[in-house]
């Protein structure tokens, strides 16, 4: 263990071991992941309890509002999101967002009506919604590239280990008769940020923040830490550093800063903002909304109506869909990112149109449902919820940050997140103000759809998939293997760094002239010296 300097007021004492700093990391951010799965399945099973809506006389819309005002907050976290994890650091944004979280959970917790219940929703959401840029920019750009498929889609597959925790509980607490079978539940939801708060200081600060700030020899520190346990003469760890410096270097000089004028003059922005941003509500758009936070409702379209049945169904749909975000994840590292995509996206329409058709039989004669129509609905609902976290759930946090540049990457997720929160709320991700304000409208809008067109839903979400699958076989690029400078080459046409692929000199595939690079790195350090003496 040894102490860091982080540029920040947040000091570190980081480990000696790449693999501890890489297990801290991974736990350190999934916790943010985990508090939004949480919320989810919480309220999915609170909406199922008795005791719970009849505390606060719900209807569909006052529902609908309980559930959907969190994404208030994310709208307001979404707007200062960028500027904060730039501003202040990438871990100081984690703490700050944990603490406002932990506030609202409180007050969500000690709620004695539903406006009270709904401020504690929105502070919890403007935290989360933060903690949900800067904890996927920060792994993105802490994480050595063999592993950053695992470390970054796990961050969004542990949405279903919170999932899970909240489903047994609201099934253990679904059984009392006090306002605690919604409270304790509640209560629950702030662990996970208590936890992140307590990891944080043993974990170093991203090296491209660091670059980017100027503080050079500490980002330097950095890249060792996460790559060669600490050794700053490592090739991997100096050919890492110096990819991270080249690239920053050239986005400063040619502007190349992902900024709204960037991105309306220059082609190459706008297509990396589009491509990046379009993973926000693509992932959205399926239809995992009405599972997500409406299962009773799509259960009993299909003759599931028991409470107690719903929740064990829920506790097993998170189980479920847990097993195969990580299987996902592991195909997005050995198959690649727009294959998995498109093959889940397949999946998911043809899930669709079975799921409604089936949910309109039963709809047509109820009564004499078979118990074969039944359980096979549920058995497809279940088939869709898996398919997409095969591909939707580690893809979130993972591919947007690949697509956008180093420089500007939490300016980019902003806009990214503000547009995913606008529909999909199997996770904390957060893109454009207006998808933001869309997602909230659909969430609110879901339960009374579903109560007006019912089976009809599922076709509405397999048509936008059609679109979805057609758009990613024709736009959508390939990222594995390749480190954040690596993928600016895909779009920019040239690499602006002169090491090799850090793949080939981790592989021993290509000999990397450590000495000829200490000299660049020192010849660049005087030049600097040169041009900003000190005073």
């Known amino acids: 263990m040894r102490r860091t300097s982080t540029g920040t007021w947040l000091p570190a004492w980081v ?81 700050w967002s944990s603490l406002v979280t932990l506030i609202g959970v409180v007050i969500q917790t000690a709620a004695q009506n539903i406006a009270m219940f709904v401020i504690g929703r929105i502070i919890l959401g403007f935290g989360s919604a933060i903690s949900g840029v800067s904890s996927g920019v920060y792994l993105s750009e802490t994480f050595p590239s063999q592993y950053r498929a695992w470390g970054v889609g796990l961050l969004n597959d542990f949405y279903y280990v919170g999932a899970l925790i909240a489903a047994g509980v609201t099934l253990g607490t679904g059984q009392w008769q006090s306002t605690w079978a919604w409270r304790l539940p509640s209560l629950i939801q702030g662990i996970f940020s208590i936890l992140c708060i307590v990891i944080l200081p043993f974990v170093p600060e991203s090296p491209r923040w660091l670059v980017h700030e100027g503080h050079f020899d500490l980002a330097r520190t950095s890249v060792a830490q996460s790559n060669s346990n600490g050794d700053l003469l490592d090739p991997v760890a100096i050919a890492v550093y110096k990819e991270i410096l080249d690239a920053i270097e050239w986005e400063k000089k040619e502007g190349r800063t992902m900024t709204p004028t960037e991105i309306i003059k220059t082609p190459t922005a706008r297509k990396r903002l589009l491509i990046g941003m379009s993973a926000g509500p693509f992932s959205c758009i399926p239809g995992n909304i009405i599972a997500s936070y409406y299962l009773n409702a799509e259960l009993s379209t299909a003759g599931i109506t028991d409470p107690n049945d719903q929740l064990k169904a829920n506790v097993v749909l998170n189980a479920w869909c847990l097993v195969c975000a990580l ?192 000299q660049q790195l020192h010849a660049n350090v005087e030049a600097r010296d040169s041009l900003f003496p000190e005073d």
């Open 15 to 95: 480990p000696d071991s790449t693999l501890a700093i890489s297990f801290l990391l991974i736990i350190c951010s999934i916790v943010q992941s985990a508090t939004g799965g949480f919320d989810g399945s919480m309220l999915n099973g609170l909406n199922i309890l008795p005791v719970y809506t009849d505390y606060f006389q719900l209807n569909p819309a006052t529902t609908g509002l309980n559930t959907a005002s969190v994404f208030i907050g994310c709208t307001f976290g979404t707007l200062v999101s960028g500027v904060m994890t730039d501003k202040l650091g990438r871990r100081p944004a984690i703490f």
């Open 327 to 518: 299987a996902g994840t592991q195909l997005l590292a050995s198959w690649g990112r727009k294959p998995t995509a498109l093959t889940s996206q397949i999946l998911l329409i043809i899930c669709l149109f079975i799921i409604g058709g089936l949910s309109k039989m039963y709809a047509d004669d109820p009564e004499n449902a078979s118990s074969s129509l039944i359980y096979g609905d549920v058995a497809t609902m279940f088939l869709f919820q898996g398919f997409y976290s095969i591909a939707w759930t580690p893809l979130l946090y993972l591919y947007p940050p690949e697509i956008f540049s180093a420089n500007g990457l939490a300016f980019s997720s902003l806009a990214l997140n503000l547009f995913a929160y606008v529909l999909d709320p199997v996770s904390p991700r957060r893109s454009s103000l207006l998808n933001c304000y869309f997602r909230c409208v659909f969430v609110f809008i879901m339960p009374i759809g579903i109560e007006n067109i019912g089976w009809k839903m599922y076709m509405v979400n397999a048509s936008w998939d059609i679109v979805i699958a057609v758009l990613i076989a024709i736009f959508w690029v390939e990222t594995k293997g390749k480190t954040l400078e690596e993928i600016d080459a895909i779009f920019e046409g040239e690499k602006h760094s002169s090491v090799p692929d850090i793949e080939q000199v981790r592989k021993g595939h290509v000999t990397l002239d450590v000495n000829a690079i200490e």
